[in-house]
């Protein structure tokens, strides 16, 4: 369980492909810290620490979620946010995110707001997942490659986020153009009403 509330970014170091597995070696300033088989949320995606060599750690992608996330696409250099696993005694910031990637989005759009940025996403429409609760709302919560974001503007497959300096500078939204493609969780709480509506 995760809050979208991003620690920092960790820098791919290595990509290694077997089968239809990738090992991603990452490294960032919190590595020391974890463990072996501890679960860190990398753009959204739960992963679990597979090892652990100095300032190093390797998590592996099995080929669903490199279907439905952005993961597939990283190249070595590239930031990652990451977030480890949230606290239960602490204050839950974001709003309750499973690090269950939906689908990707793509960045449609980026626009100046005297400070702030605009960014709208268009993901695939699918009704039978939007009657399933795949869908966002205004004023409602997404996560857009692990960030807690509250969205504006909906339409049926098209959505906003503004992003404060803060987050565009401490995660790697500072990387989003358009036509960047990136990991979606819709809220889970909107996933449970749509489907007690089908009993």
Do not use: W
């Not at 995606?45 to 060599?53: E, G, R, Y």
């Not at 070595?76 to 696993?85: A, I, L, T």
């Not at 602490?90 to 990707?104: F, K, N, P, Y």
């Amino acid at each position: 369980m995760f809050s979208g509330i991003i620690e920092e970014f960790a820098t791919v170091v290595a990509i290694k492909k077997y089968q239809e597995n990738i090992d991603f070696t990452l490294t960032c300033s919190f590595t020391n810290e974890l463990k072996i088989d501890q679960s860190v949320a990398h753009n959204g995606v739960c992963l679990t620490v597979v090892s652990i060599d100095g300032d190093n750690y390797v998590v592996t992608a099995m080929k669903e979620t490199l279907l439905r996330s952005n993961l597939g696409l990283l190249k070595v250099g590239d930031k990652v946010n990451v977030e480890r696993s949230m606290l239960m005694n602490g204050r839950l910031d974001g709003h309750i995110v499973q690090g269950h990637v939906d689908m990707t989005a793509r960045c449609t759009k980026m626009e100046d707001a005297d400070g702030s940025t605009y960014f709208t996403f268009e993901y695939e429409l699918d009704r039978e997942m939007a009657r399933r609760g795949y869908f966002t709302v205004d004023k409602g919560s997404v996560t857009v490659n692990g960030v807690s974001l509250t969205v504006c503007n909906p339409t049926e497959n098209t959505f906003q986020v503004a992003i404060i300096p803060y987050t565009m500078e401490h995660t790697n939204f500072c990387d989003i153009r358009v036509g960047t493609v990136v990991n979606l969780e819709f809220d889970i709480l909107g996933k449970y009403i749509a489907r007690l509506q089908d009993f």
